[in-house]
């Protein structure tokens, strides 16, 4: 599954990134991204640098939420996140531990364009036979 990072260095076609995450695009009609990841890549579309009018920025998502494959992260996994925040030291990364948390849930891996967000998979994944890809 694709985090908020890899999820926007695929759609936007001038990132960086674009090239290299765009390869772990999944079809719409095969997509598994966790709500969370969806929220926040509409999040980031309306605000900088990218100043996506809120039609536009449901529009270019829209593939990914028609299909009925937003993975749900269990209300457990909320309370599991916050009470392990100390133990991983999160903030502001808390979302990025309810994305691990919720691929973990549903069996899929992660891909990521955050070198910290991949840091912290491959810690709490660890032992799991999930892989955890970090996009260049």
């Given at each position: 599954?694709?985090?908020?990072?890899?999820?926007?260095?695929?759609?936007?076609?001038?990132?960086?990134?674009?090239?290299?995450?765009?390869?772990?695009?999944?079809?719409?009609?095969?997509?598994?991204?966790?709500?969370?990841?969806?929220?926040?890549?509409?999040?980031?579309?309306?605000?900088?640098?990218?100043?996506?009018?809120?039609?536009?920025?449901?529009?270019?998502?829209?593939?990914w939420?028609?299909?009925?494959?937003?993975?749900?992260?269990?209300?457990?996994?909320?309370?599991?996140?916050?009470?392990?925040?100390?133990?991983?030291?999160?903030?502001?990364?808390?979302?990025d531990?309810?994305?691990?948390?919720?691929?973990?849930?549903?069996?899929?891996?992660?891909v990521?364009?955050?070198?910290?967000?991949?840091?912290?998979?491959?810690?709490?994944?660890?032992?799991?036979?999930?892989?955890?890809?970090?996009?260049?």
């Amino acid at each position: 599954m694709l985090d908020t990072s890899a999820l926007l260095a695929a759609l936007v076609t001038n990132h960086a990134l674009h090239e290299p995450a765009r390869r772990h695009l999944p079809r719409p009609s095969d997509a598994h991204l966790p709500g969370i990841v969806l929220a926040e890549a509409f999040a980031r579309l309306r605000g900088a640098p990218f100043q996506v009018s809120a039609n536009n920025a449901r529009d270019i998502l829209r593939p990914w939420f028609q299909t009925g494959t937003i993975l749900a992260t269990p209300a457990p996994l909320y309370a599991k996140a916050l009470d392990d925040a100390p133990v991983h030291n999160l903030g502001g990364q808390v979302h990025d531990y309810l994305i691990i948390l919720t691929c973990l849930h549903h069996g899929h891996g992660l891909v990521t364009a955050d070198r910290r967000q991949a840091d912290l998979a491959r810690h709490v994944m660890d032992g799991s036979p999930h892989q955890v890809t970090l996009v260049p």
